[in-house]
């Protein structure tokens, strides 16, 4: 999973030019970015992008466009921190390598703009719920105000995570439960 030889010799050698380089991931799986994301200045995963996909990574590059996904793996720093995923099970699991990190590069549900947003006034209908309850149709619902505080158009993804606490078997650390993607203009709330 680690970058070919050649790739980051290319890298390295547009590094020297000391102008701003963009490294546009087309791939289907997690690579290990190593040294690569030292030598770039931004990252772009495009997954397969498909037959508009070239349309579509240059409107982001150029900036007609404002990315806004996020990341649905975990990217790993070193090859040596598979399997690296966000949702492990809470039990005896070590996170960390005697010699490295047991930490993603990047973590899953992990994206930027060209923008910035605020997220304030977070409120839960309430703090815990127990399962039957929500089996039987209850809910809980979260309320916010999220603003884009930058100077242009953007989406930002809401992501909620939950985690049980008294659970019959090891829990995960966090579970995606939903998202939404909300568009604002600038100073928009």
């Known amino acids: 999973l680690s970058w070919p030889a050649a790739q980051i010799e290319l890298a390295t050698e547009l590094a020297k030019l000391n102008i701003?380089?963009?490294?546009?991931?087309?791939?289907?799986?997690?690579?290990?970015?190593?040294e690569l994301d030292e030598l770039v200045d931004a990252i772009l995963i495009a997954g397969y992008p498909g037959d508009q996909g070239g349309k579509a990574l240059a409107s982001i590059l150029t900036g007609e466009r404002s990315p806004s996904g996020k990341l649905a793996i975990s990217i790993p720093d070193s090859s040596g921190q598979l399997p690296v995923y966000y949702n492990y099970r809470d039990t005896s699991f070590k996170e960390h390598y005697f010699d490295l990190s047991g930490q993603p590069k990047?973590?899953?549900?992990?994206?930027?703009?060209?923008?910035?947003?605020?997220?304030?006034?977070?409120?839960?209908?309430?703090?815990?719920?127990?399962?039957?309850?929500?089996?039987?149709?209850?809910?809980?619902?979260?309320?916010?105000?999220?603003?884009?505080?930058?100077?242009?158009?953007?989406?930002?993804?809401?992501?909620?995570?939950?985690?049980?606490?008294?659970?019959?078997?090891?829990?995960?650390?966090?579970?995606?439960?939903?998202?939404?993607?909300?568009?604002?203009?600038?100073?928009?709330?």
């Open 20 to 34: 701003p380089i963009v490294a546009v991931m087309i791939e289907g799986r997690p690579h290990a970015l190593g």
């Open 106 to 189: 990047y973590r899953f549900g992990y994206g930027l703009s060209y923008t910035s947003f605020d997220i304030s006034e977070l409120a839960l209908s309430t703090n815990e719920i127990e399962v039957a309850k929500l089996e039987a149709g209850e809910t809980v619902a979260l309320t916010g105000v999220i603003q884009n505080t930058g100077s242009v158009a953007g989406a930002e993804v809401i992501q909620v995570y939950s985690r049980a606490t008294l659970p019959k078997v090891a829990p995960r650390v966090k579970e995606l439960k939903g998202f939404k993607k909300i568009w604002l203009e600038p100073g928009e709330s």
